[in-house]
């Protein structure tokens, strides 16, 4: 026979054995980590106002485990103490804490189906407000933004992007990206649908673009935190793509509330592609318009 | 011991593994198995279809809030880390990409050896990277059980080697001996 086998005697013991003594202790060792992070997330929520207490906890932990690694801390309590005596080390842990991956025309798919089942909807409001919560360093705003200039509804939309990080929203404002992203986004572009010439859209150097200056008068950045912040504004559509997949399942239904009463009846809701409304008390008020790419509609 | 779940990390060579391996499984097959297979970001789960169609249990792409239930197999979403909560429900998040991939090994190993402790089984098989071995490492750490492939027998060998390299499993097996060894396990609950 070719398998090996190591530690046998100690493999078939862990079959066999009850094992009491190494769980309890497992499990006074876990919900003491847990009670510790619990209490790093208060701190936070009352020294500094940013609430991630009903955050995904495996997502926080490992985030917070990470920074730990980074920065030399050996455990919670040190942690604590420095993120409250120092304002700098607070700042470096909320951007961890705050996820910033996006990129333009993020699922691609999903633009397409923009074009062909939101934009018909769109057209027949004399003026279009979109909400983009979450929205991050803003490149998926100007994606719209980039949508709705090539669909003729430019002219009477706004576009309020939004997030509760202000250094994120800044770069977005500046609308300067990466040039080497740009090959990836231009593929991006072509394949949720987009005819025109993506490098069109900006001016680039060596090593950044800039985007074009007719997209950025299109959106208006503000600062609104989902958590703690109530009702944005009355809008005909909200676009939330994967930020809701951080929250647990109250904080979501909290979040999907805000959303219901801020979109007006026939509004449409735009999810990341594998968020839901299932978990949710909203399920039964919207209409879906997509169900791949998680588009809905507001019910009357 | 008994155990509440199985986290596997594949990579290249990972769909003829999942093959070999759905086609061992018995339908009575009771702990649920989570899978990261490294895959193409762009990718359409209909791979996840047409392995069902071979399988006797349930096969799904895993879905976030989603609770981990008895007698299922669930796949993480590609573009997506798949971490296991407290509670035994998924999140998902689109976190950097971590070795180079999303989703990762090691997130997904990372976060299930803190839900399940000692009651967790991660395998490691065929793969061309290092993705899993320090995730196995913490399984080990919290008590679980480690099997990883026999690299000699694995179409890609650097991914087991790693995880040996890092820590020393409590089995190292060919494919069809480790689904004979957790099928034992699962009768012996």
Redesign the interface.
């Known amino acids: 026979m070719?398998?090996?086998?190591?530690?046998e005697p100690?493999?078939t013991n862990?079959?066999?054995?009850n094992?009491t003594d190494?769980?309890n202790s497992?499990?006074t060792v876990?919900k003491k980590a847990?009670l510790n992070i619990l209490g790093l997330l208060e701190a936070i929520n009352h020294t500094y106002g940013y609430d991630f207490r009903d955050y995904?906890?495996?997502?926080i932990?490992?985030?917070v485990m990470n920074r730990m690694a980074i920065s030399g801390i050996k455990d919670i309590t040190e942690l604590q103490a420095k993120v409250l005596s120092e304002e700098a080390f607070a700042s470096i842990l909320l951007q961890d804490l705050s996820?910033n991956?996006t990129e333009m025309f993020r699922d691609p798919g999903f633009y397409r189906s923009i074009r062909e089942k939101v934009i018909p909807i769109l057209k027949t409001y004399p003026f279009i407000k979109i909400w983009h919560a979450g929205c991050s360093t803003g490149e998926e705003a100007y994606s719209m933004a980039i949508v709705l200039q090539e669909e003729g509804l430019a002219d009477r939309t706004t576009i309020y992007a939004t997030d509760f990080n202000q250094h994120v929203l800044n770069q977005g404002k500046e609308g300067i990206f990466s040039n080497k992203l740009m090959k990836e986004y231009t593929a991006n572009y072509q394949l949720s649908g987009g005819k025109e010439s993506f490098s069109d859209y900006y001016i680039s150097d060596d090593n950044n673009v800039i985007m074009n200056q007719s997209l950025k008068n299109k959106i208006v950045w503000a600062n609104h935190n989902l958590v703690t912040d109530s009702v944005f504004a009355e809008v005909n559509m909200i676009l939330c793509r994967?930020v809701l997949?951080?929250f647990n399942?109250k904080l979501?239904n909290n979040v999907q509330n805000l959303f219901h009463n801020s979109l007006i009846n026939g509004g449409v809701l735009c999810l990341?592609t594998?968020?839901?409304l299932?978990?949710t008390d909203f399920h039964d008020t919207y209409a879906v318009l997509d169900e791949k790419q998680r588009i809905f509609k507001k019910k009357y | 011991m008994n155990y509440d779940a199985i986290v596997i990390g594949v990579s290249s060579g990972g769909l003829n593994a999942m093959k070999i391996m759905f086609s061992l499984l018995p339908a009575d097959f009771s702990i649920p198995i989570v899978i990261v297979q490294h895959i193409g970001a762009r990718s359409e789960n209909i791979w996840i279809q047409l392995l069902n169609d071979k399988c006797n249990l349930e096969i799904k792409e895993a879905d976030e809030k989603e609770e981990i239930e008895k007698g299922k197999i669930y796949i993480a979403p590609s573009n997506y880390h798949l971490l296991i909560e407290q509670d035994k429900t998924f999140s998902l998040t689109v976190d950097e990409r971590v070795n180079y991939a999303r989703p990762s090994i090691d997130v997904l190993f990372e976060t299930a050896a803190e839900a399940y402790q000692e009651r967790l089984i991660g395998v490691v098989l065929t793969g061309s990277n290092n993705d899993g071995s320090k995730g196995i490492k913490r399984i080990k750490e919290c008590g679980g059980l480690t099997i990883v492939q026999q690299p000699d027998t694995a179409e890609s060998s650097y991914m087991p080697e790693s995880a040996i390299a890092t820590i020393q499993p409590d089995y190292i097996l060919p494919l069809e001996e480790i689904i004979k060894l957790l099928i034992e396990i699962d009768i012996q609950k």
């Open positions: 070719s398998s090996m086998q190591t530690n100690h493999s862990k079959l066999t054995e094992g190494t769980l497992a499990y876990r847990e995904s906890e495996a997502h932990k490992r985030r996820i991956v994967n997949i951080y399942r979501q990341g594998k968020e839901s299932r978990f």
